[in-house]
């Protein structure tokens, strides 16, 4: 309906190129009405109808709100999503060529004039640092709020969603991680009220046993969605179910770390793996390490596929290097590059501090390592980049900037090595660990990454090197930072470990700030010291 809807539109316009209609839907429609469409616009008196013929589809409630006649903001995500080149296609339209003879640069056989055809699942997921600003709102609607988004590509929802999740880099492992409800909120005023915590309010009340009727009454998300979300939940208890039932047959409790994935069949790990569980999260569920998971997935033989993006699903051979990683395949449709290629990793979401400058360094070392004869491999996952625009580089991996994602495209790969120092802080994190497990760091060696990244060894350093360096403290506890402050005197400044441009930075000019800051927030760890 909206299809038809927005071509009538568009060839009203005689619009030459692309251009996009905004419809506002009623979800819950059941009205029945036909002949009418409800039309708003720049050029419309408020509350003008005007006339369409809509009796083909008589069940659906919607109105049109306005029309672009431009390339916008969606257009570069619907182009990523599709493959389909929207904006190269649009300018050839432009000069006068026909739909017929521009040659499509997936297949490089086809022509244009064709709709995209899908065979996997795309989920786009907007970043929201409203916790950066004092005592913003939370609440999210139609206004701008977001200052990214990202883009999970899976052959199921479940596996995509999960992706997307963990692409944010706000350090979730997936759609059921435990969020801090906010002050004096309960799960229902989360489900009632949408925040960037209603996703995981969701999984929460899925799993406190809430009806998928009660929880569709209160977001208005279709049960469609809640069912799939609810398969990860339920994955999730079971999971959880059978490491405790080993523990009572054991007779004594599991130590975190150890190594309890003997439990875990293979076809169990695989079922996990498909609905887009992380390694590390898979973990946590059986008190160890998502690298014994790692090791068992591997001992089992569950490694991802390498699948093309070829927007025809398959139905024409096609020559893209757009490609993603699924558990749901058992087949690669590309062959490894091998010590020809170099891993150029991204920046990930665009978010304060962190934007188009990252992208264009990362750009920027993927067109110049053609001139020293090597093939570039760029993994990311923002779909405002130009990094992700398949024809930037020899290959384009849409994927995760997770640990164990840039280890499962190296050893598929394995090129000559991984360039992670000019995408941002994102790839600069993973530097120890990926050297740790053997894979070549290019430039600046990890351990000197460290050195300047860790306070202690920093710290050591200027000392060292006799250069002047402010009072400072590495603390894991609140009554530790009491002290340091009443050593050194206020105001201080606060700051929490591996963050970008200040991130939860906070200046507290006496005590009273110190505690409500880091009890509010909760940055402070023996994993993540302040």
């Avoid at 819950?28 to 013929?53: A, E």
Wanted: proline fraction near 4%; aromatic fraction near 8%; include cysteine.
């Amino acid at each position: 309906t909206l299809r038809n809807a927005a071509i009538k539109i568009a060839r009203s316009l005689n619009i030459i190129g692309e251009c996009n209609v905004q419809f506002a839907l009623n979800p819950k429609s059941t009205t029945g009405q036909t002949g009418t469409t409800g039309i708003t616009g720049i050029d419309s008196p408020r509350g003008t109808r005007d006339t369409f013929d809509t009796r083909d589809t008589p069940s659906i409630d919607y109105y049109v709100i306005e029309v672009n006649a431009r390339l916008s903001r969606s257009s570069a995500l619907a182009s990523k999503a599709t493959g389909y080149p929207l904006a190269y296609v649009a300018a050839k339209l432009a000069l006068g060529k026909n739909l017929t003879e521009i040659k499509n640069k997936v297949t490089e056989a086809t022509q244009s004039c064709f709709e995209p055809s899908l065979d996997y699942i795309v989920v786009k997921i907007p970043r929201w640092d409203i916790e950066k600003f004092k005592g913003a709102d939370e609440k999210i609607g139609s206004s701008m709020k977001s200052v990214g988004e990202v883009m999970g590509i899976g052959r199921t929802f479940e596996e995509a969603y999960q992706k997307a999740i963990r692409m944010l880099d706000l350090d979730f492992e997936g759609a059921t991680d435990k969020v801090m409800l906010r002050n004096g909120k309960s799960i229902i005023n989360e489900l009632n009220e949408p925040t960037p915590k209603r996703m995981f309010a969701v999984s929460e009340a899925l799993r406190e046993k809430l009806s998928i009727k009660k929880i569709y009454k209160l977001t208005g998300i279709d049960p469609w969605f809640l069912y799939r979300i609810k398969n990860i939940v339920d994955e999730e208890r079971n999971l959880t179910d059978l490491y405790s039932s080993n523990e009572v047959r054991s007779s004594r409790p599991a130590k975190q770390g150890s190594n309890n994935t003997n439990i875990l069949t293979r076809d169990h790990l695989l079922k996990l793996k498909q609905l887009g569980f992380s390694d590390r999260k898979i973990g946590e569920a059986l008190r160890t390490s998502g690298l014994e998971i790692r090791k068992l997935r591997k001992k089992y033989a569950i490694l991802p596929s390498v699948f093309l993006i070829d927007t025809l699903a398959g139905e024409f051979e096609a020559k893209t290097n757009y490609l993603y990683l699924t558990y749901n395949g058992s087949h690669h449709d590309v062959m490894p590059l091998k010590k020809t290629g170099v891993i150029v990793l991204g920046s990930g979401p665009y978010r304060i501090g962190s934007s188009v400058e990252f992208d264009w360094t990362s750009v920027n070392t993927a067109l110049n390592l053609k001139t020293h004869n090597k093939k570039s491999i760029i993994i990311n996952c923002n779909p405002e980049t130009v990094s992700t625009d398949y024809d930037i580089s020899d290959r384009l991996y849409f994927e995760e900037l997770t640990f164990e994602r840039i280890a499962d495209i190296y050893e598929f790969e394995n090129p000559e090595g991984i360039i992670v120092s000019v995408g941002g802080q994102t790839p600069n994190n993973r530097a120890k660990s990926l050297k740790a497990h053997g894979f070549n760091v290019l430039g600046t060696d990890p351990e000197n990454i460290d050195r300047a990244e860790d306070r202690s060894k920093f710290g050591k350093l200027l000392d060292k090197l006799n250069i002047s360096q402010p009072a400072w403290e590495k603390v894991s506890s609140l009554k530790q930072a009491i002290i340091f402050c009443s050593r050194v005197s206020y105001p201080v400044l606060i700051r929490p470990s591996f963050v970008l441009s200040g991130t939860l930075m906070r200046i507290c000019h006496n005590i009273d700030d110190l505690t409500r800051i880091i009890k509010e927030t909760a940055i402070v760890s023996k994993d993540y010291p302040l």
